[in-house]
């Protein structure tokens, strides 16, 4: 991919913002508890690093928050738009999430805790199987450079205890 099309992706969050819109995106993930779904929220942020574009909770296991918001997002705003926007997600994106924010050309993801912590929150637990590839490992073999920043460690404990309140004893 040139420059040209694919320019840098605009101005870097700062500490406060990453903080700031990764509590976001835990309060999406509590509506979704409230809804009756799984704990995970996502939200778009436009290029300023300030404006909420989009946000949205967990649906069920095949539509999860990041997913579709990348969907709804490559619907509503152009390719070379969302390259300078920036997904934010408590929990680290799966590889089916880290994929569609690549095809949706979302320039930048970023997580509080990994997949893998998830994991030794929920075990086993069926109703959510997880996966062992990482979303550093999907954008490692994309042909266009998505920026991922994460593990954020202050956010870390805030995000544990609100998956640790749905997913444990249930």
Known sequence: M????????????????????????????????????????????????????????NIDTVNHAESTLA?????NYTPEYLWSCTLYTAVEPCCMCAGTA????IGRVVFGMTEEQLLALTGDHHENPTMSVSSRYVFDHCQKPVQLIG??????????????????GR
Not at 152 to 166: C, H, Y
């Open 2 to 57: 040139t420059d040209s099309v694919f320019p840098a992706q605009g101005l870097a969050p700062t500490s406060e913002q990453i903080l700031k819109h990764l509590r976001r995106s835990n309060e999406v993930g509590q509506r979704a508890m409230s809804l009756g779904h799984h704990p995970f929220g996502a939200v778009l942020v436009g290029p300023d690093q300030e404006t909420v574009l989009l946000e949205q909770c």
């Open 71 to 75: 969907r709804v997002a490559a619907s």
């Open 102 to 105: 690549y095809w949706a050309n």
């Open 151 to 168: 593990p954020v460690p202050e956010i870390a404990a805030e995000t544990v205890e609100l998956q640790r309140g749905f997913w444990v």
